[in-house]
């Protein structure tokens, strides 16, 4: 069992930077992807950027050249800086680990980025 702890949400104003971190436990050896999806009111949940093991980085159109995703392969963690958000970024950033070999998701509890002044 993989366990997903997430930091870094908030409130900031258009044009900030907020980053999240999330950190996994429990996760053993051998491919993964790790990433983060979002969820606005109303709305479905939705890729926002995905890197595997190997670093190889996937990008929401809606995203690209304003985030970054990186990780630790180490510490087994990701981090999405934020740049340049907009009020449309609001919504509840989900981390996601993803294991191709067994096909199996685990998710993060959610943390709040609100973007407004």
């Known amino acids: 069992q993989v366990q997903l702890v997430e930091s870094g949400g908030g409130l900031v104003q258009p044009g900030g930077s907020l980053r999240l971190s999330c950190a996994a436990s429990?996760?053993?050896?051998?491919?993964?992807?790790m990433g983060w999806y979002r969820q606005a009111p109303g709305r479905q949940r939705e890729l926002v950027a995905t890197i595997n093991r190997g670093y190889t980085t996937n990008y929401a159109d809606s995203v690209k050249g304003r985030f970054t995703i990186s990780r630790d392969n180490g510490k087994t963690t990701v981090y999405l800086q934020m740049n340049s958000l907009k009020p449309e970024d609001t919504a509840v950033y989900y981390c996601?680990?993803?294991?191709?070999?067994?096909?199996?998701?685990?998710w993060g509890q959610g943390t709040q980025v609100t973007v407004s002044s």
């Open positions: 429990g996760s053993s050896p051998g491919p993964n992807t």
């Open positions: 996601n680990f993803y294991r191709p070999w067994d096909n199996v998701n685990y």
